[in-house]
Every structure is written in structure tokens, then in C-alpha cells.
T-cell receptor
Framework: DTGVSQDPRHKITKRGQNVTFRCDPISEHNRLYWYRQTLGQGPEFLTYFQNEAQLEKSRLLSDRFSAERPKGSFSTLEIQRTEQGDSAMYLC??????????????FGEGSRLTVL | GQQLNQSPQSMFIQEGEDVSMNCTSSSIFNTWLWYKQDPGEGPVLLIALYKAGELTSNGRLTAQFGITRKDSFLNISASIPSDVGIYFCAGARFAGGSQGNLIFGKGTKLSVKP
């Protein structure tokens, strides 16, 4: 399968613990995006990278959240000291820079986080 | 965060019926997109619109970019059972520095009439 891959698909953690999600984009795509989706809502933008550079961050990305894309390929999203309000689906998407302006993002299946 | 106003929130369809849904915003967008999300999956792009007034089709789906650039609608003709799911509109400005910030509606959930 050559689509966007996310791991783990599901994560249950206790409040206060740290969690990390990984995203492997479509191989020829150099833009990678993180979105968050809560129940009954549409996805909300968190941040995006072009190659290894983080070009934009949403105000939703508090200082407990950090995203990296060290070699311009896969990306990680870490949430420190998780809170119950962090429970959500974390979606990764990628796009081709020549098509990025068209909004054609390809999404992964998401990583669902439950904070107890 | 900001979200678009999408309606209806949910609707029931009978096979063969036509379906309409729309999306409005208080802000202007340069691009409108429609995605479909099935349970446990990420959104999949259905149609993208880049010009005010543009009407675009993808099989049984037709979408229009409103001339005010503040709205869009999606029609599905002759619905079939696999059309069930959640449909999201998304707007993008793609102006200035923002290249990644798609703003999504809350979704229209399509279900089959019992």
C-alpha cells in the first residue's frame, strides 16, 4: 500500500502521560500536515511541514504539542502531559508541492487517542 | 478554531434519490473542496473547485463554487448505498503564507432510510 500510513491506529493513555504518533507520507510528497478531529467535528489544522521545515503552526498547537520531520520523510507528533481534552483522532495528510496549492491533501486513517 | 457552516447536519437517503448539501462561510475562500469520510478512515477528496462560479462534476457528484466565494454546494444524483458516510466541505485561502490551512465544516452525515 502506498498511501499515508499512521501508527498507532489507537492509543489509550492515562492523563499526564506522554504519547507519540508517527506518520509516513506518500513517498514522493514533500508536504506533510497534521490535523485533529474530535467527535462530530471536521478536522482542524494543527501544523504542516515542507520537507523538514515546519512552516505553519495553529494556535491549537499548545506548548505540550511538538511535531518534527527530521529528514523530510516521516513525521512524529508528541503530546506531553496529556489531558482528557486531548482525546481525538489525529490525522496526517501529505501532498505534492506542485499540487499543494490545490488543496489536494491525501489523508491517512488517523491515530485515535483516548485519555483516561 | 474557525469552522464552516455546513447543512444539513444529517440526512436520510433512499436509493435512487438525489441529495443536496451546502456550506457557507463569513469569509472569502479561493478554493473549495469536498471530502467524504467513512467510519475509521481519513477523509477522501471528492471534488476541488478553484474559481468563483465554477461547476465541476465527478461521476454522480456535482459541486459549485459560489460567485460570492463564501459558499459551495454538493449534489449527489441517483444515490446508492455506498454513498453513506460523512461529507465535509473545506475552504482554503492559499494566499500569503498559508498553504496548509484547510478549514473544514462539521460535516453532513448521510444515512440510509430505515
Amino acid at each position: 500500500d502506498t498511501g499515508v500510513s499512521q501508527d498507532p491506529r489507537h492509543k489509550i493513555t492515562k492523563r499526564g502521560q506522554n504519547v507519540t504518533f508517527r506518520c509516513d507520507p506518500i513517498s514522493e510528497h514533500n508536504r506533510l500536515y497534521w490535523y485533529r478531529q474530535t467527535l462530530g467535528q471536521g478536522p482542524e489544522f494543527l501544523t504542516y511541514f515542507q520537507n523538514e521545515a515546519q512552516l505553519e503552526k495553529s494556535r491549537l498547537l499548545s506548548d505540550r504539542f511538538s511535531a518534527e520531520r527530521p529528514k523530510g520523510s516521516f513525521s512524529t507528533l508528541e503530546i506531553q502531559r496529556t489531558e482528557q481534552g486531548d482525546s481525538a483522532m489525529y490525522l496526517c495528510a501529505s501532498s505534492d508541492v506542485t499540487r499543494a496549492g490545490t488543496g489536494e491533501l491525501f489523508f491517512g486513517e488517523g491515530s485515535r487517542l483516548t485519555v483516561l | 478554531g474557525q469552522q464552516l457552516n455546513q447543512s444539513p447536519q444529517s440526512m436520510f437517503i433512499q436509493e435512487g434519490e438525489d441529495v443536496s448539501m451546502n456550506c457557507t462561510s463569513s469569509s472569502i475562500f479561493n478554493t473549495w473542496l469536498w471530502y467524504k469520510q467513512d467510519p475509521g478512515e481519513g477523509p477522501v477528496l471528492l471534488i476541488a473547485l478553484y474559481k468563483a462560479g465554477e461547476l465541476t462534476s465527478n461521476g454522480r457528484l456535482t459541486a459549485q463554487f459560489g460567485i460570492t466565494r463564501k459558499d459551495s454546494f454538493l449534489n449527489i444524483s441517483a444515490s446508492i448505498p455506498s454513498d453513506v458516510g460523512i461529507y465535509f466541505c473545506a475552504g482554503a485561502r492559499f494566499a500569503g503564507g498559508s498553504q496548509g490551512n484547510l478549514i473544514f465544516g462539521k460535516g453532513t452525515k448521510l444515512s440510509v432510510k430505515p
